[in-house]
């Protein structure tokens, strides 16, 4: 199967670090992405990192990758309002994108 | 640069009726990627065209169709719509290929 799994809900207060965790199932994936939702938009591409890597980061956010379980995760650091959205991870999988669940991300004022 | 527009935004139909949504891709993006989103399904992909061809197809039935114009605006069909069939539907434009996706804002689909 091609289900990518994600919690979601998270609830983080404003200024702290939230986590945001998927398992994938593809072993083959050359890259993994999170992407982001706001209310009322498209997805937006946040990050993405390349299979043989285990960390990327980029200003506040930092993605961890782990082969071996087939997970990945995303840290956004000193969480804000504008973070409210739900974040989706994906993999490449059959030349086409497959999205995770999606986890709501609520910021705790 | 101009994003990814997709028109209608919403729209209201009845079952058995038939949609046409376009999507107009960021210049010089050749490939155009469908997805359909609802709560409880999430994100399913349709379909993906390059060049004017349809490159990959997801797990729909056949009343989805889409198709790709030489300028690379594409344009998808629902036929015989089912109240399930009540979606976001969504865009997404890329230079080459799946993975960095631009995303249009959607056309929200009501059947009644």
């Known amino acids: 199967g091609e289900d990518v799994e994600q919690s979601l809900f998270l609830s983080v207060r404003e200024g702290d670090s939230s986590v945001i965790n998927c398992t994938y199932t593809?072993?083959?994936?050359?890259?993994l992405y999170w992407y982001k939702q706001e209310p009322g938009a498209g997805l937006q591409l946040l990050t993405y990192?390349?299979?043989?890597?285990d960390m990327k980061q980029d200003q506040r956010l930092t993605v961890l990758l782990n082969k071996k379980d087939k997970h990945l995760s995303l840290r956004i650091a000193d969480t804000q309002t504008g973070d409210s959205a739900i974040y989706f991870c994906?993999?490449?999988?059959?030349?086409?994108?497959?999205f995770g669940t999606g986890t709501r991300l609520t910021i705790i004022p | 640069k101009a994003g990814v527009t997709q028109t209608p935004r919403y729209l209201i139909k009845t079952r058995g009726q038939q949609v046409t949504l376009s999507c107009s891709p960021i210049?010089?993006?050749?490939?155009v990627s469908w997805y359909q989103q609802t709560p409880g399904q999430g994100l399913q992909f349709l379909f993906e065209?390059?060049?004017?061809?349809?490159?990959n197809k997801g797990n729909f039935p056949g009343r989805f169709s889409g198709r790709q114009f030489s300028n690379s605006r594409s344009e998808m069909n629902v036929s015989t719509l089912e109240l399930g069939d009540s979606a976001l539907y969504l865009c997404?434009?890329?230079?080459?290929?799946?993975?960095?996706?631009?995303f249009g804002a959607g056309s929200r689909l009501t059947v009644l």
């Open positions: 997404a434009s890329s230079f080459s290929g799946p993975g960095v996706l631009t």
């Open positions: 210049s010089g993006h050749r490939s």
């Open positions: 994906a993999e490449i999988g059959n030349e086409k994108l497959t």
């Open positions: 065209y390059f060049s004017e061809t349809q490159r």
């Open positions: 593809d072993s083959s994936s050359t890259y």
């Open positions: 990192i390349f299979s043989n890597m």
